[in-house]
């Protein structure tokens, strides 16, 4: 049968169809239990070049942090801070349409970024927004064939695809184009890795293990062990930029 992509506007028929709609991707059965979908937000400054200068930060290099719930921010050309926070608000299933917009916890990321830099104390945050990110089971990418050779797909970036999707793209055109090479021989084509719980178990699972994890971040930060239920707990999480001791 051929493939048929419907859309408001009409319907399209194609010999091959490519589906890369990272966190979007959970509407689709086939990839329900392979990851969890939470928001990431992020604010940015009003230029402030002299005020940047002073922190002796001028290349543009980003930083992130070591917690399973990042911290990641970098400076703009024309002076700006932007600083961005992993690991927020989890969606039921495939909703998460009010992770898109002004993020909501816009004062806690500019007293964040403050904190790191205080001489940004008095420039004023310009904007703040928010999305949805895909957080797959092992914390990486997953490459495959949806039940037919000539329909692909590609998810579970776990908020780490800027580089990683140029290597995705080329893993996809090559099963696309149903090509025998190096790059549809990748180790991450491989069917979705399983082991999330269907909905609602999920997502009150996950409310629990991210729970665990902003304690015991917490806990860190003040210089305290974390509590041995918080810390058991927290080792459910997928994978991020670090492990998880």
């Given at each position: 049968?051929?493939l048929?992509?419907?859309?408001?506007?009409g319907?399209?028929?194609?010999?091959?169809?490519v589906?890369?709609?990272?966190?979007?991707?959970?509407?689709?059965?086939?990839?329900?239990?392979?990851?969890?979908?939470?928001a990431?937000?992020?604010?940015?400054?009003e230029?402030?070049?002299?005020?940047?200068?002073?922190?002796?930060?001028?290349?543009g290099?980003?930083?992130?942090?070591?917690?399973?719930?990042?911290?990641?921010?970098?400076?703009?050309?024309?002076?700006?801070?932007?600083?961005?926070?992993?690991?927020?608000?989890l969606?039921?299933?495939?909703?998460?349409?009010?992770?898109?917009?002004?993020?909501?916890i816009?004062?806690q990321?500019?007293?964040?970024m403050?904190?790191?830099?205080?001489?940004?104390?008095?420039?004023?945050?310009?904007?703040?927004?928010?999305g949805?990110?895909?957080?797959?089971v092992?914390?990486l990418?997953?490459f495959?064939?949806?039940g037919?050779?000539?329909?692909?797909?590609?998810?579970?970036?776990?908020?780490?695809?800027?580089?990683?999707?140029?290597?995705?793209?080329?893993?996809?055109?090559s099963?696309?184009?149903?090509l025998?090479?190096e790059?549809?021989?990748?180790g991450?084509?491989?069917?979705?890795?399983?082991?999330?719980?269907?909905?609602?178990w999920?997502?009150?699972?996950?409310?629990?293990?991210?729970?665990?994890?902003?304690?015991?971040?917490r806990a860190?930060?003040?210089?305290?062990?974390?509590?041995?239920?918080d810390?058991?707990?927290?080792?459910?999480?997928?994978?991020?930029?670090?492990?998880?001791?």
């Amino acid at each position: 049968a051929p493939l048929v992509v419907t859309t408001p506007g009409g319907r399209i028929i194609a010999d091959r169809v490519v589906i890369a709609m990272n966190a979007w991707s959970a509407g689709l059965r086939e990839l329900r239990r392979a990851f969890v979908v939470v928001a990431s937000d992020i604010v940015i400054t009003e230029p402030a070049m002299d005020e940047l200068q002073r922190t002796g930060w001028r290349d543009g290099v980003s930083i992130s942090d070591s917690r399973m719930m990042v911290h990641y921010y970098r400076t703009t050309p024309d002076g700006r801070i932007a600083l961005g926070k992993g690991g927020g608000r989890l969606a039921y299933g495939a909703r998460f349409a009010s992770f898109n917009g002004t993020s909501p916890i816009e004062a806690q990321l500019a007293a964040r970024m403050r904190a790191i830099y205080p001489s940004f104390e008095a420039v004023p945050i310009a904007a703040s927004w928010a999305g949805p990110i895909d957080r797959s089971v092992d914390g990486l990418p997953f490459f495959f064939a949806l039940g037919r050779p000539d329909l692909v797909c590609g998810a579970g970036y776990s908020g780490n695809g800027v580089g990683p999707s140029v290597l995705g793209g080329r893993i996809l055109a090559s099963l696309a184009l149903g090509l025998d090479d190096e790059w549809a021989a990748c180790g991450l084509v491989r069917r979705p890795p399983r082991g999330l719980p269907g909905e609602p178990w999920k997502y009150l699972g996950g409310r629990l293990v991210r729970g665990a994890v902003a304690r015991k971040e917490r806990a860190e930060d003040c210089g305290r062990p974390p509590a041995r239920v918080d810390r058991a707990l927290a080792g459910l999480a997928p994978p991020g930029l670090v492990p998880l001791e």
